[in-house]
């Protein structure tokens, strides 16, 4: 069914801070700019910087300009877009900004016309997450007039279960779950949205899609970059907290889930959740079986020189924040019984790549075992989400020549080279599944509960002895301990050259 454009009034919390200035204006604009953003509009940002509407569409036309896919084509189309552009100054902790904020967009959609549709946009720290919540229930904002309220919350949702558990209760008391939107920008990449179009619109893939096929799944999320100036950040979080509670298990999700019945949010999100259901609890006796970490220290990635992590700035000393994270994970369900799913993530790593490997078994017999040496190569399923978006399939073949000689030949398919262009930025898609109220690629509160409640012994293990932590050299692919971490099932990982 096709959406119905109506009139919106989004309003942005923390619209002075980096992740409005990056993201948000920049995809809004290209919405906007593609003609798919639903008009009329208004854009309301409010933050504690004291700023005139003029001043802000200034700043905000400065971001695009840097930011946006879709760049500025000439002063008369920005200005149509600008004059829809916002600022509201006040403390979002205090109650006093919502009742002028409530004051404001009540004037606003007056002038504009049509029912009273509202997004607000925590693009805060999450320390605000709670004041936001209670302050747009106390004033009235959490239901609109006539039409329709959404609130975004951004990750992290949460630091540990109690944590997310209360987040989710403060929410609830104000908000139904079918208004929260608890964005992953990661499901807004085309590459992830089409792990579901590959598995089930292609008849060819589901039927091996399973534990008599599928040998293992490795999941690597590798940035070369450090903690790029936000050590006091990623002092609180670190890889396991930053990376893998949200982005990756989501991804595990995608590719562990059954059929849902259609391709809507609640089937879909249903799914989700029985995956996680599913996943084997992790023992807090033995969380070193399945869990490694370890920090980065000096080295280079390729010719730029690296300081260790504990020299970076916000950075205890003492620091025992893992930079790099490795776990293995098991579904006790009819389809992955047995077979082992392996994700890691880390900084300062060899290359910035973000990849899901399905090694499938081996053939049960290989006659050309006599003649060819070369052969027994598995084949593997590669779906890549960054850089160079596509999904390959490497399958063994004859080399020219008179001997029977095998040897590896990638099927390759490239996003960029089959479609063309530039594919839209997560945040695009994510923004207009919000304001037409899809809420397919967003968290539902008992999944993130979930996902919390499963890391939570390695947290709680990690939390405990913080002594003894590996140490891996910049550009490299991680600590020498994750090779033996995955040779205990006779396996390799997968190092992209």
Aim: proline letters at 7%; glycine letters at 8%.
């Amino acid at each position: 069914m096709p959406y119905v454009d109506e009139p919106f009034a989004l309003v942005i919390f923390g619209a002075s801070g980096d992740l409005t200035r990056r993201k948000l204006i920049p995809a809004l604009w290209s919405l906007y700019a593609a003609r798919t953003l639903p008009e009329p509009f208004t854009i309301l940002g409010t933050a504690r910087t004291e700023l005139s509407d003029e001043a802000f569409r200034s700043q905000m036309q400065e971001a695009v300009a840097a930011f946006a896919r879709v760049k500025i084509p000439s002063g008369v189309v920005w200005d149509r877009f600008a004059q829809n552009l916002h600022f509201l100054a006040g403390d979002p902790s205090r109650p006093e900004l919502y009742a002028r904020l409530r004051e404001r967009l009540e004037q606003l959609e007056r002038a504009r016309g049509g029912p009273s549709n509202r997004v607000f946009y925590a693009a805060t720290p999450p320390s605000l997450y709670d004041d936001i919540a209670e302050h747009l229930g106390a004033a009235g904002l959490a239901q609109a007039p006539t039409g329709w309220t959404r609130v975004v919350i951004e990750k992290p949702f949460g630091r540990d279960f109690e944590s997310a558990r209360a987040l989710n209760r403060q929410l609830m008391s104000v908000l139904q779950e079918e208004q929260i939107y608890r964005i992953d920008h990661y499901l807004g990449k085309e590459t992830v949205q089409n792990i579901l179009v590959f598995r089930f619109a292609n008849g060819i893939f589901e039927p091996v899609w399973n534990r008599n096929h599928v040998a293992e799944v490795q999941m690597t999320v590798a940035e070369t970059i450090g903690v790029e100036g936000r050590g006091s950040y990623y002092e609180e979080a670190g890889a396991l907290r930053d990376m893998i509670q949200n982005h990756m298990l989501q991804l595990l999700c995608l590719i562990a889930m059954e059929p849902p019945v259609t391709f809507d949010a609640g089937p879909v999100r249903d799914e989700k959740n029985k995956v996680l259901q599913a996943l084997r609890p992790i023992d807090p006796a033995k969380v070193d079986d399945v869990a490694l970490r370890a920090q980065y220290g000096v080295g280079y990635v390729g010719t730029r020189p690296i300081s260790g992590y504990r020299q970076e700035k916000g950075v205890k000393l003492e620091s025992t924040t893992e930079t790099y994270a490795a776990l293995r994970l098991q579904l006790d369900n009819w389809r992955w019984a047995g077979v082992p799913f392996y994700l890691r993530t880390g900084k300062c790593l060899a290359r910035r790549v973000s990849e899901i490997a399905i090694r499938f078994h081996r053939t049960p017999h290989m006659i050309f075992r006599r003649r060819s040496e070369t052969g027994l190569i598995p084949n593997v399923l590669l779906i890549r989400i960054q850089p160079d978006e596509g999904i390959s399939l490497t399958v063994a073949a004859k080399e020219p020549g008179p001997d029977l000689k095998l040897g590896p030949v990638r099927l390759d398919f490239k996003y960029n080279e089959v479609f063309g262009g530039e594919p839209p930025e997560a945040y695009e898609r994510l923004l207009l599944d919000v304001i037409h109220g899809d809420a397919t690629l967003f968290a539902r509160g008992d999944w993130v509960e979930r996902a919390w409640e499963l890391l939570q012994p390695i947290i709680d293990a990690w939390g405990r002895t913080p002594a003894g932590l590996p140490a891996y050299e910049a550009g490299s692919w991680g600590p020498a301990e994750a090779g033996a971490f995955i040779a205990r099932d006779g396996g390799a990982w997968r190092n992209p050259q």
